[in-house]
């Protein structure tokens, strides 16, 4: 069985953020278990396991993916991914647990994924969270229901990129994880936003570019930069990549480019 490794948001390898993808050639998934384990040996912040659907009016693939600890509802860069192996013309569309996503790839190579887009709930912010991840947010917004993530905004560009909070305490939260953002400190510089993404609960210490985070950052950036609906993010993690993102309504629109980097087979 083949397996490929593939950098999604990023047009070279080793940069953007690495996704394990499986094809498998006929419809059904294998045991829950055993994806797991696939996940956990690959070891990167998500594996996605993709078969074909024959005969389903809604959908051409049924799509799940793993961390190396936990299974998720919803994830972007390994979609990407996904749509970048199956190297299909025109769109295909995805079952997920978060409903029928689609992938369309146009003649460039840039590939838009329609996700659903995030609702933001402000909470009040909790004493004990700030002093793990160091820093004192402008507002703390919960993300959902597929992301369960809290979005914290920061003062500035620098904080985001200077953050450095405490994992291990970080694990013990039962959010999937924490999103620190600011606005860009220069717009010239080719992104309206920047992010981070730490999601130690779900086994992933520092994601380094989180396509789901973005269905929530956009329209948070959206309301804050004069009601613009078409953006560009920068998650500025130790490998970077830009997010095009495009709000909808209630989609959210993600484009980037994905390249492979390890083509190889499953022993086991």
Aim: proline share 6%; aromatic share 8%.
């Amino acid at each position: 069985m083949r397996i490929r490794i593939v950098d999604a948001f990023t047009d070279r390898p080793f940069a953007g953020n690495p996704a394990g993808v499986v094809v498998l050639d006929r419809p059904g998934f294998p045991a829950d278990d055993w994806m797991a384990k696939v996940a956990a040996e690959v070891n990167l912040s998500e594996t996605a396991f993709v078969h074909p659907l024959d005969g389903d009016a809604e959908a051409d693939y049924a799509l799940r993916w793993f961390t190396p600890a936990v299974e998720v509802a919803l994830c972007g860069h390994a979609t990407l991914a996904t749509a970048h192996v199956l190297d299909r013309e025109g769109t295909v569309r995805f079952a997920t647990r978060s409903g029928v996503l689609t992938a369309t790839r146009d003649d460039d190579g840039w590939i838009t994924l329609d996700f659903p887009t995030a609702p933001l709930s402000p909470v009040a912010p909790d004493p004990a969270l700030l002093d793990v991840l160091g820093a004192a947010p402008l507002s703390v917004h919960h993300t959902g229901p597929q992301t369960d993530d809290l979005l914290l905004e920061l003062a500035d560009e620098d904080a985001v990129r200077s953050l450095t909070p405490d994992l291990t305490a970080l694990a013990a939260y039962e959010h999937r994880g924490v999103v620190v953002t600011a606005r860009a400190d220069d717009p010239a510089a080719g992104y309206d936003f920047v992010s981070r993404f730490f999601g130690a609960a779900a086994g992933v210490a520092e994601d380094p570019v989180t396509g789901s985070a973005h269905t929530a950052l956009t329209p948070f950036w959206s309301a804050k930069l004069g009601g613009r609906t078409d953006l560009v993010g920068y998650q500025a993690s130790a490998r970077g990549g830009f997010v095009r993102v495009a709000l909808r309504d209630d989609r959210t629109l993600l484009t980037g480019k994905a390249v492979t980097v390890i083509d190889g087979a499953l022993l086991a």
